[in-house]
């Protein structure tokens, strides 16, 4: 099967521009996740979509980031403006369940931003 | 939050030796899985044990889960050069998203 697609693979843009990364899950997983990676941490949530409902988006720093999964398909996170501080890897994710409890999640490659 | 912690933070082992990576968590959950990320890449799911699981075999993987102590393991044995990667633990309780601890980079070297 295919894996979990993402776009573009590297970016880099000025602080207080705006970026958008686009992720195309594995077909038929509902269950669909952003997390950021800042070098030398593990990833953290920033928005869970179950089918295109928001399940748990309390980390995602609503003034400056939004993301949107239309027809419970395809998703876009945006970052407007970017900061400095927002440089990392943004990893998209998907699941058959909530949790991955059957077969865990399967990840993209990541978008590596850098905010110079 | 992070609520698993990886230890240790790095490990440097020689081809053929086993490697033994522990997490540790702050509240129950429902599973716990391991990740293995490569350098410049996505996460790969590895394993999950269930809360209600002591220990689970996959490969050369061995993965123990004590809960009573919110500890698990990860043992890798025979280690390959390819094993060479980061790896996290991630714990989920009902319903929620994988929460990521911080990770044990793992050198082989052959």
């Known amino acids: 099967e295919a894996g979990v697609a993402q776009s573009p693979r590297y970016k880099i843009i000025e602080k207080r521009q705006s970026v958008a990364f686009w992720c195309n899950p594995i077909?038929?997983?509902?269950?669909l996740y952003w997390y950021q990676q800042i070098l030398g941490q593990g990833p953290k949530l920033l928005i869970q979509?179950?089918?295109?409902?928001?399940?748990?988006d309390s980390q995602l720093p609503k003034d400056r980031f939004s993301a949107e999964r239309l027809k419970g398909v395809d998703s876009t996170l945006k970052i407007q403006p970017a900061k400095l501080e927002d440089s990392a890897v943004y990893l998209c994710?998907?699941?058959?369940?909530?949790?991955?409890?059957?077969?865990?999640?399967?990840f993209g490659s990541g978008t590596r931003l850098t905010v110079v | 939050s992070q609520q698993g912690e990886e230890d240790p933070q790095a490990l440097s082992i020689q081809e053929g030796e086993n490697a033994t990576m522990n997490c540790s968590y702050k509240?129950?959950?429902?599973?716990l899985q391991w990740y293995r990320q490569n350098s410049g890449r996505g996460l790969v799911h590895l394993i999950l044990?269930?809360?209600?699981?002591r220990e689970k075999h996959s490969g050369r993987l061995r993965v123990t889960l004590d809960t009573s102590k919110k500890s698990s393991s990860l043992l890798i044995t025979a280690s390959r050069a390819a094993d060479t990667a980061s790896y996290f633990c991630?714990?989920?309780?009902?319903?929620?998203?994988?929460?990521f601890g911080k990770g044990t980079t793992l050198s082989v070297s052959s």
């Open positions: 994710a998907s699941s058959l369940d909530i949790s991955g409890q059957v077969y865990g999640y399967t």
């Open positions: 077909s038929g997983h509902a269950t």
């Open positions: 979509f179950q089918n295109n409902g928001v399940v748990d």
């Open positions: 509240t129950s959950i429902n599973n």
């Open positions: 044990i269930r809360s209600n699981e």
């Open positions: 991630a714990t989920d309780q009902a319903g929620t998203a994988l929460i």
